[in-house]
Each structure stands twice: as structure tokens, then as C-alpha cells.
């Protein structure tokens, strides 16, 4: 009867130090939403251990430890998303002088085509692909997390790309640079 009585005891500890345990990961995350899903998933790996828990106390302690490596573990894939995002962003900084008379040709025709895109695809694009930010800065610019940043600014390529498409034809089809956009192309 004692064997079954400690885990039970043990769980209950932790069942009844809910309330600190989301109070401390909420302070770390600055997110109710996150610091729930963070002990949501030390609560299952002490349902797992269950078995392994001795009493109360050091049920509490071995929590607190799972959070703390949680909260690690979540900062360091934050900084690799982070790391990967602004990576992508710059694989698309050309390599070598710009011919600036084709850069103003492109954003001629870009800047024409914005105004046709969702507001927040229009500002993240010409912050980042026309006025060159990086996407860390762009996001925190206008106020979003640098992972939403890269996601919409994927989005908003695509947005344009079709836009350009429907608006210039053959000339975004063939990369033809001496496009008259807005007139239409052969069909």
C-alpha cells in the first residue's frame, strides 16, 4: 500500500504547485500561452516518470529541473530560427555590384504593383527587399516576432510574384527586363 501511496503522493505535489510552476515560466516566457504549453509537457514526462517519483518534495525539485531545461531548450531553438530566418533573408542579397539602372527599373515596377498587396505584405516587403533592413529589424519595426516577420515576408514574395506575373506577362515569365508593364504582353 506504500508503494502505491508515494507516486501518488508525488503527483499530487506536483498537481498542487501548479499554480508556482506557471508563474514561473510565465515570468521567463512573457506568455500565459507558452509557459502552459511548457509545463503542459513536464507534466507529461512526470506522468511517464510516474512511477520513478519518490515523494513530494523532490517530485517539485525534478519539475522545476525539467522547466528549466524546457525554458533552454526553447531559447536556443528560438535562436536558431532566428539565425535560419535571417540567413534566408540574405541569400537573396546579390553578391557583387548592382547595376543601379536595373534596380530602379525593378523598383519602379515593384513599387507600382505594392499598392495591390495586403498593407502589411506592402510595408514588410519595401522595408526589407526595397529599403534593404534586415528581417530581425523589420519585425521589430513593426512590431511583430521575427519568425512571423519571415513567414509574411514569404507570403508577400509570392503575393508580388503573382502580381507581377498578372501584371507584366511574358516580360516576368521570361526575365526580360525592358518591360512596359501595365500594357499587355503577347498573349
Known amino acids: 500500500m506504500t508503494s502505491d501511496s508515494t507516486p501518488n503522493a508525488a503527483l499530487q505535489a506536483l498537481v498542487d504547485n501548479h499554480r508556482s510552476f506557471l508563474d514561473f515560466l510565465e515570468r521567463r516566457t512573457g506568455s500565459r ?44 531553438a528560438e535562436d ?30 515593384v513599387m507600382g504593383l505594392l499598392p495591390t498587396l495586403k ?8 522595408r526589407v527587399d526595397l529599403d534593404g533592413a534586415a528581417v530581425h529589424g523589420a519585425a521589430q519595426a513593426i512590431g511583430i516576432s521575427p519568425n512571423n516577420a519571415g513567414v509574411r515576408l514569404h507570403r508577400a514574395r509570392k503575393a508580388l510574384l503573382r502580381e507581377v506575373q498578372r501584371s507584366c506577362r511574358t516580360c516576368a515569365t521570361h526575365g526580360c527586363l525592358d518591360c512596359s508593364c501595365g500594357q499587355p504582353g503577347p498573349a
Not at 83 to 108: N, T, W
Open 33 to 76: 500561452a507558452d509557459a502552459e504549453d511548457l509545463l503542459q509537457g513536464a507534466f507529461v514526462r512526470a506522468l511517464e516518470k510516474g512511477g520513478d517519483l519518490r515523494d513530494g518534495e523532490s517530485a517539485v525539485a525534478w519539475i522545476y529541473r525539467l522547466l528549466r531545461n524546457a525554458l533552454v531548450d526553447r531559447h536556443r
Open 119 to 126: 498593407p502589411e505584405y506592402a510595408e514588410l516587403l519595401r
Open 80 to 109: 536558431a530560427r532566428d539565425r535560419a530566418i535571417e540567413s534566408k533573408a540574405k541569400e537573396g542579397d546579390g553578391e557583387g555590384e548592382e547595376d543601379v539602372e536595373l534596380q530602379g527599373e525593378a523598383c519602379r515596377c
